[in-house]
């Protein structure tokens, strides 16, 4: 069974200061790795993608992948209560994408 | 482009009706998922097509489920007949061939009484 580990939280953190969203995946032919962010009552939308170890960097967004540790990571830097959501962690095979059961944020003012 | 739609946005209705839960994708994207949102389960993936044909069913949770893509522009997924544990949103995404981002619908929200 392909299992997406993330912590289902809450995680809350003071606004500007940096969230940290951890993501594992037992996969280890997974290709492709995606963070989507969740508003209640909203659908999934792409936020991040990362297909090569290291850091990848989009505004505020970085995401860090290790292959070698099956684990994937998203750091939201000077958080805004607008980041408030439930993240997904996402990962694709050359079959399916499966999902993290998400972690909900909450950036207080 | 509108995205991806679905509908109908909301569905209630009584165990053992036939609930049919239709999209269409965005145009020319050539593959088709169709997910199931609980808070006890996540995000789950129950079937996806890949130029209409279905590639993966592994997701359909039972025989009371099928789904459909008679052509490029369409799916339903239908379910009966339904049951209160089948109340879920349900989100269609679609994917371009030279592209790995998924958008989603809107979701259905089904509730079953």
């Known amino acids: 069974q392909k299992e997406v580990e993330q912590n289902s939280g809450p995680l809350s953190v003071p606004e500007g200061a940096i969230a940290s969203l951890n993501c594992t995946y037992s996969d280890r032919v997974s290709q492709s790795f995606f963070w989507y962010r969740q508003y209640s009552g909203k659908s999934p939308e792409l936020i991040m993608s990362i297909y090569s170890n290291g850091d990848k960097e989009d505004g505020r967004f970085t995401a860090q992948l290790n292959k070698a540790s099956q684990y994937v990571s998203l750091l939201i830097r000077d958080s805004q209560p607008s980041d408030s959501a439930t993240y997904l962690c996402?990962?694709?095979?050359?079959?399916?994408?499966?999902f993290g059961a998400g972690t909900r944020l909450t950036v207080k003012p | 482009d509108a995205g991806v739609i679905q509908s109908p946005r909301h569905e209630v209705t009584e165990m053992g009706q036939e609930v049919t839960l239709r999209c269409k994708p965005i145009?020319?994207?050539?593959?088709l998922f169709w997910y199931r949102q609980t808070m006890m389960r996540g995000l789950e993936l129950l079937i996806y097509?890949?130029?209409?044909?279905?590639?993966?069913d592994s997701g359909m949770p039972e025989d009371r489920f099928s789904a459909k893509m008679p052509n490029a522009s369409f799916s339903t997924l239908k379910i009966q007949p339904s049951e209160p544990r089948d109340s879920a949103v349900y989100f269609c995404?679609?994917?371009?061939?030279?592209?790995?981002?998924?958008?989603f619908g809107p979701g259905t929200r089904l509730t079953v009484t």
């Open positions: 996402a990962v694709k095979d050359n079959n399916d994408m499966r």
């Open positions: 995404a679609s994917l371009g061939e030279s592209s790995y981002e998924q958008y």
């Open positions: 097509f890949n130029n209409n044909v279905p590639i993966d």
């Open positions: 145009s020319g994207h050539n593959s």
